[in-house]
C-alpha cells in the first residue's frame, strides 16, 4: 500500500478519533470506500477496500480492511488502524507480519465551525439528513496539505453516537500537485450499543514500531 493511500486510511480514522473522548457508545459496522485518483483532471484508477469499523466504550476504533479491490490483503501496513483516544495515538496494523506502526503526532483535521452570517441568520443553520436510518448534519470537512487548510469535502455526522456515517473528501497527492484523490466512505449495518470482542483490539504479540525505528 503506497503512503498517499496509507494517508487517506490514517486520516479517516483519525478524524473519527478527534472527537471521541470518554464513556463512548459502543458499535459495530460495515465500512465501504471508494477512492478515485486523478492525474491533470482524468481518471486514472479507482480503488475499492471492504471492512469493518468497531468502536468499545473506552472510545478505541477498529478500522480493518478485508478486502482491497476485491482481494483478501496479503501483509500490508495500513489495512488496519487502531486508534486509541485514550492516549492519542494512532496504529498502522499489519496482522500478517504482526506488525503494528506508531503515528503519535499524526496530523488531522476537525469539523471546524464556519463563520457565522450576520446578513442572513437562516444561513447559519446546519443542513441535517439522515444515513442508514440514523440522523446527522453535514459539516464541513478540511485537510492540512502544503502548509495550507482546505476545505476538502463534507461529512454526514451523527452527533448523538459521535459517527461520521458517509464521508466524501478530495485528497492532494503529497509530491505530485497535478493529482489527487476523491475518497467517499459508508458505514452500514450499523449495530449501536454493541461491544466489540476485545481481542480484535490486543496488540499483544505484536511487534510495535515508533517512527524514528527502521521497519
Known amino acids: 500500500m503506497n503512503t ?3 494517508t487517506i486510511a490514517l486520516f479517516i480514522c483519525a478524524s473519527a478519533a478527534l472527537t471521541t473522548y470518554g464513556q463512548a457508545i459502543p458499535l459495530t459496522a460495515k465500512v465501504h470506500q471508494t477512492e478515485q485518483v486523478f ?3 482524468q481518471l486514472v484508477r479507482t480503488h475499492t477496500r471492504d471492512g469493518i469499523f468497531l468502536r468499545t466504550s473506552t472510545g478505541v476504533i477498529l478500522k480493518q480492511w478485508t478486502l482491497i479491490d476485491g482481494k483478501r490483503p ?8 487502531l486508534s486509541d483516544t485514550q492516549k492519542g495515538v494512532i496504529y498502522s496494523v499489519d496482522y ?3 506488525a503494528a506502526y506508531l503515528h503519535p503526532s499524526f496530523a488531522t483535521s476537525q469539523n471546524q ?3 457565522q452570517s450576520t ?10 439528513g439522515s444515513f ?5 448534519t453535514y459539516k464541513a470537512v478540511y485537510v492540512h496539505a502544503n502548509g495550507a487548510t482546505t476545505n476538502a469535502g463534507r461529512d454526514c455526522r451523527s452527533d448523538a453516537y459521535g459517527i461520521d456515517l458517509s464521508q466524501e473528501v478530495t485528497f492532494p497527492a503529497p509530491m505530485n500537485p497535478a493529482q489527487y484523490s476523491k475518497v467517499s466512505e459508508q458505514l ?3 449495530q449501536i450499543g454493541a461491544e466489540p470482542d476485545q481481542k480484535l483490539f490486543d496488540l499483544q504479540g505484536f511487534t510495535v514500531y515508533r517512527p524514528d525505528e527502521k521497519k
Open 39 to 41: 492525474m491533470n483532471g
Open 74 to 81: 496479503t501483509g500490508e501496513p495500513g489495512y488496519g488502524v
Open 113 to 115: 465551525k464556519p463563520q
Open 119 to 128: 446578513k442572513n441568520p437562516e444561513s447559519n443553520a446546519p443542513e441535517r
Open 96 to 98: 500478517v507480519r504482526q
Open 132 to 136: 442508514e436510518g440514523l440522523s446527522c
Open 4 to 6: 498517499h493511500i496509507k
Open 188 to 190: 452500514t449495518d450499523i
